[in-house]
């Protein structure tokens, strides 16, 4: 018997099992969470239950899709016959999360032959729930969003009045980095925000509650949903140079914003570590 691929499906299943995985982070949060390992440097951590949210979401994506693929952060990774690949980050924002931050999402994108055409980031503190089907738009708790700011009118925004998000690394150097760029650019915006959740971020774009973002170092579960959110919204995402997002930098605003945002960026070689 064949599995439908319909992404429609697909999405509808991404966004139950993500708004399950949300109720266990908050329902299961044990009072004295603490770290259970990290990752690339003491900074860059892992929880219980990032592995026991990417296992609830795990499991229930192979129990209606077996011959899935899975691309997940916490190492729940299998190749699938299927030409369909779920990209899950169980928890993004794990520090927020760690901290009893509310700024912390579930994050879930579905591809087929390699393209992102559904995704979800739910965001249990704040009861959000952001959508987007790859050629039908993108949605807030069921409701149309839009990346074109409302407060400028719908109007392009220039790089002075942007209010931009950023992120930072795990590594020392990087951030060293990352500090300089963010002081050069403070001065040219309105504001820079760190809301420390790429998936976040970028769903603020595509809300209009931040005009612009970027970041160098992002994973491709911390924005295969929210990348679709964006372009889905009306915004754009991309590299450096003409590049795709990647790890090595990614940039989102809706606009002319986007432009004058990389031509910052590659003006002081932001995706660079030294």
């Not at 963010?182 to 603020?204: F, M, Q």
Request: net charge negative.
């Amino acid at each position: 018997m064949t599995v439908s691929a319909d992404p429609k499906e697909l999405l509808e299943l991404a966004t139950r099992l993500a708004a399950e995985a949300g109720r266990a982070l908050v329902r299961d949060r044990p009072r004295d969470l603490g770290v259970a390992s990290t990752k690339s440097s003491p900074t860059d951590i892992v929880t219980v239950m990032d592995q026991r949210s990417e296992k609830l979401i795990i499991e229930g994506i192979l129990a209606e899709r077996p011959d899935d693929g899975i691309l997940g952060e916490e190492g729940g990774s299998r190749a699938g016959t299927s030409g369909v690949r779920w990209v899950v980050d169980p928890i993004d924002g794990t520090v927020n999360y760690l901290y009893e931050i509310p700024m912390w999402c579930v994050s879930i994108g579905v591809q087929i032959d390699g393209e992102t055409v559904a995704g979800v980031v739910e965001v249990p503190m704040l009861r959000e729930t952001f959508t987007a089907l790859r050629g039908h738009g993108a949605w807030l708790n069921g409701e149309p969003i839009s990346a074109h700011s409302a407060q400028s009118g719908g109007q392009p925004v220039p790089l002075e009045r942007a209010l931009v998000a950023t992120g930072f690394g795990y590594a020392a150097q990087r951030r060293a980095v990352q500090g300089r760029i963010a002081a050069e650019l403070l001065p040219l915006v309105r504001d820079i925000r760190r809301a420390g959740s790429a998936a976040i971020d970028l769903c603020s774009v595509a809300c209009g509650r931040v005009d612009g973002y970027y970041e160098r170092g992002t994973n491709p579960w911390d924005i295969a949903a929210g990348g679709l959110i964006v372009t889905e919204a009306g915004g754009r995402i991309g590299g450096l140079r003409g590049a795709a997002a990647s790890v090595e930098m990614t940039v989102a605003a809706a606009g002319g914003l986007f432009e004058a945002l990389c031509e910052f960026l590659e003006e002081r070689s932001a995706d660079r570590d030294s």
